[in-house]
């Protein structure tokens, strides 16, 4: 990224009010950290579901509640009243939604159209009540499925594999309707497998080094030759930061955010044990239904419209990981049930 102003969102030294979709979350909770160190005020909406454990959420939200430029509620996107949900806001960043992809065939699915496709149409409606400067959607590289080819580029088919990608490109599909007819100023940023510090814990690095600390195995799902491009959450920060700052300027559409590490999960567990001095067991499960096989982002357009470029290579990313989580007391470090390795 460049340029300290396209980062922090502040302008002409006047701090905007921004919102945050999915707040207690683990992306939601980094950005809106990032937000208020760089001088904004920040409301943080969270339903503060049961997806995973929520005790992590309420951890996430014990850190930012210090800041007096930091205002929470707890609340549902589709039962918000519109006008008072943008009230004063500027600037949008929808992180809100129902994640993972294997939970997302069944009877779950349901919960998936409600928070990702109908929470996402609520808050564009309420975005022609009471007009914002940008949303930022963010999306998820399943939309892609198992890509025609890597690195895989915007203009390219997506072809979604599990419910849950599906979702993920409809609300893409309604920011942009919402841009072309009613003028709303949207963007949409495919990330790419995000992992930092607190990850949520059904994700797979997080039970990877859960597994590695306990000695127990590790359930790998397919032949460790599956590879992801693992983008650092701090990047991820910067990039939304960034697009936001772009739309403001004009640029709307679709964006990858990956993280120039594409790698096997056979090579990160290997990462992980050297990083904590010991083998990490796994314990080898079949591939399962929604898996894709690889992702890599071609990272051109992000580059060209806000300078993003990747700044935290794998090795490094996983070595604050582990730190964090060996920090995390023993009853946050459980292991989740949706896992994606």
Known sequence: MTGGTRQSLVTGGERMRTLVT???????????????EQGNNVVGIDAMTDYYDVRRK????????SWDSFTFRRQDLLTA??????????????????????????????AYVSRNILATQHLLEASRQAPVRAIVYASSSSVYGDAESYPTTEDMRPRPVS?????????????????RNFGIPAASLRLFTVYGPHQRPDMA???????????????????????????????????MCGAATAVQSGWTGVANIGGGSRTSMAEVIRIVGA???????????????????????????????FGYAPTVPLADGLARMVEAEMALVPELTGVGTHGVA
Not at 81 to 100: I, K, T, Y
């Open 275 to 305: 990083l904590l001095g010991r083998e990490v067991r796994t314990a080898r499960m079949p591939a399962q239904p929604g898996d894709v096989r690889d992702t890599a982002a071609d990272t051109s357009v992000a580059r060209q419209a």
């Open 205 to 239: 690095f997080a039970r990877l080094i859960g597994a590695a600390r306990s000695g127990s195995p590790f359930p790998l799902f397919g032949d460790g030759r599956q590879t992801r491009d693992f983008t650092y959450i701090a990047d991820v920060v910067r990039a």
């Open 22 to 36: 999915g707040a207690a979350g683990f992306v939601g909770a980094h950005l809106c950290a990032y937000l208020l």
């Open 163 to 179: 419910p849950y990608g599906m979702t993920k490109l409809a609300a893409e599909h309604l920011c942009e309707l919402y841009r």
């Open 81 to 110: 009243p519109p006008r008072r949900l943008l009230d004063g806001v500027e600037v949008v960043f929808h992180l809100a939604g129902q994640p993972g992809v294997r939970a997302s065939w069944g009877p779950e699915f349901a």
């Open 58 to 65: 309420e951890a996430n939200l014990a850190s930012l509640s």
